[in-house]
């Protein structure tokens, strides 16, 4: 078996080329998007451009590219299109799925002890084969955590949340199906964010991602997507702060006899700064675009100072979060949300545009 790895060069062809000096019988591990799994993302080309070999599926469930379990993101549904996907265009050729379900590098990132343990679920239900009336896999993760509920609306309202956590996910760190992070942190500084917005794994919303961001010869279009990129931040926002609200309300009513809920509670709960935070790095990297493509004078000359002021008062903010996280939270969560990073893309502004009028 030979696996994929993140190859960052272009054309990405080294897996293929030592592929093709290999026996048939070899397989190829590779991962279900391209550098790694974004949810939202294109499926990888390599499920179908390596005709002959068997394949075997990655799907990372710590969540390198998405909150490291730290942050909620249901994926059965996901899964289970991306495999039906593969299984369709490769014939018999996809012979294995596997997962990533700990990560060496964070002890206490482990999959089946966050609140994304029903992915585990999802990605068992999606390798099922069996026909008939089955539980989703909402109800079958109710079932093993023993949840009791007092009214069916409060089921429903709990089970609507992990449908959520994906869009809410997909919305977040990137920007118009552009990733605007790295691996899952805010960019350290406007050169990093430039280059994760340019690279060329995308969303899957190819008519979005793959239009010319804010284009220097189209105002119009690039208007569109300023309004475009406002709404899905305040979406994001929304639907996190939403999430907790719900989790507040009906919490209570709900008899749970191990600590799912707890889990569950604090990673929406640090979802909602999260976005508030990825909310302002992205109006900031908008606001830079836009004077890059439109001139020093298309918006007031000290736009990048006053958003350097706000991210760096919201650095305050993260450094009092972090003093005292919500109870189930992570070990790691300061390095998610970074208080150092945030202020090394904050200071970056201005020091990117003092660059390029010294040019």
Not at 17 to 46: M, Q, W
Not at 79 to 101: F, P
Not at 312 to 337: N, Q
Request: net charge negative; hydrophobic share 40%; proline share 6%.
């Amino acid at each position: 078996m030979l696996r994929d790895f993140i190859d960052d060069s272009w054309p990405r062809q080294q897996l293929a080329t030592v592929l093709s000096s290999l026996p048939d019988d070899v397989r190829a591990a590779v991962k279900a998007t391209e550098i790694d799994y974004h949810p939202g993302f294109a499926n990888h080309p390599h499920i179908v451009a390596l005709p002959g070999h068997k394949k075997w599926i990655e799907y990372d469930l710590v969540g390198t590219g998405y909150g490291w379990t730290a942050l909620p993101c249901y994926l059965a549904d996901e899964i289970s299109g991306r495999l039906s996907w593969a299984i369709s265009a490769t014939g018999n050729e996809v012979e294995a799925i596997t997962s990533r379900v700990s990560w060496q590098w964070m002890p206490d990132s482990r999959v089946m002890d966050s609140a994304n343990s029903i992915n585990l679920l999802g990605l068992m239900a999606a390798n099922q084969t069996t026909d008939g009336a089955t539980l989703s896999v909402f109800e079958r993760w109710a079932e093993q955590r023993q949840l009791r509920f007092r009214a069916i609306q409060d089921r429903q309202r709990l089970a609507s949340l992990f449908y959520s956590s994906y869009d809410w996910l997909c919305k977040t760190p990137n920007l118009l199906g552009r990733r605007l992070h790295y691996q899952s942190q805010v960019p350290d500084s406007v050169s990093q964010a430039q280059q994760v917005l340019h690279m060329d794994t995308r969303s899957a919303n190819w008519l979005q991602a793959w239009q010319p961001l804010i284009p220097a010869d189209d105002p119009a279009q690039g208007q569109e997507q300023r309004q475009l990129i406002r709404l899905e931040k305040e979406a994001a926002c929304f639907l996190a702060a939403n999430a907790v609200q719900t989790l507040r309300e009906i919490m209570p009513r709900i008899t749970c006899p191990d600590d799912s809920l707890e889990l569950l509670f604090a990673a929406w709960r640090n979802a909602e700064v999260y976005s508030q935070m990825f909310s302002r790095v992205t109006s900031a990297m908008v606001d830079l675009l836009w004077r890059d493509r439109y001139g020093d004078d298309s918006l007031p000359a000290d736009v990048l100072i006053q958003h350097q002021n706000q991210l760096l008062r919201y650095v305050d903010t993260l450094e009092r979060w972090l003093t005292s996280p919500p109870a189930g939270s992570p070990l790691f969560l300061p390095l998610l949300l970074s208080p150092q990073r945030l202020a090394r893309f904050a200071r970056s502004l201005t020091e990117s545009e003092y660059t390029q009028h010294k040019k």
